[in-house]
């Protein structure tokens, strides 16, 4: 909801999210909540936190099925306790079976180590890679494509845990 940007805003400008994302301006977020082929969610994370974070995914209508996530970001408390993860797997099961998508995809900063193993751990596939092509203020990142599709989402739900 157009209340929830002041929040999404901060949570962008955390010091330490800005490294991994590029935050957009308050009129791309009310755009992205108004444009049916998105759809911008807030993560709750519990109690304390209603508002942990923060997800956009594009091309929900898209013709060919490719959904993206375009952007996944939680509030910096929450880091680090497998919060990211639960929400990934929330996110690839609305994208395969509410949205239909064949392919659920995603680009990732260079630098972004860690939601780079995050992505690959949950079954994430590496389709190439923008030498850098994000400008950083210490000069360039690469952004690296991901994907999953659909028959490896479907694998991944019947195999024993």
């Known amino acids: 909801m157009l209340s929830d940007l002041d929040f999404v805003i901060s949570v962008e400008q955390d010091l330490a999210n800005r490294p991994f994302i590029t935050p957009w301006e308050r009129i ?14 807030i993560v709750e994370a519990g109690e304390g936190y209603p508002s942990g974070g923060f997800v956009i995914l594009q091309g929900c209508r898209n013709p060919h099925r490719s959904i993206e996530l375009k952007r996944i970001v939680l509030a910096s408390p929450l880091h680090g306790r497998g919060i990211g993860r639960a929400c990934l797997r929330l996110l690839a099961d609305m994208a395969f ?21 995050l992505y690959r751990s949950e079954g994430f596939v590496e389709e190439g890679r923008l ?27 019947t195999a024993p845990a």
């Open 28 to 41: 791309q977020h009310e755009g992205a909540i108004r444009f049916p082929d998105s759809r911008h969610f």
């Open 97 to 117: 079976r509410d949205l239909g998508a064949h392919r659920f995809w995603l680009d990732v900063k260079g630098l972004n180590v860690r939601a780079q193993a």
């Open 131 to 157: 030498r850098e092509s994000v400008r950083t203020a210490d000069g360039y990142d690469s952004l690296i494509v991901m994907s999953m599709l659909a028959h490896e989402h479907a694998l991944r739900q």
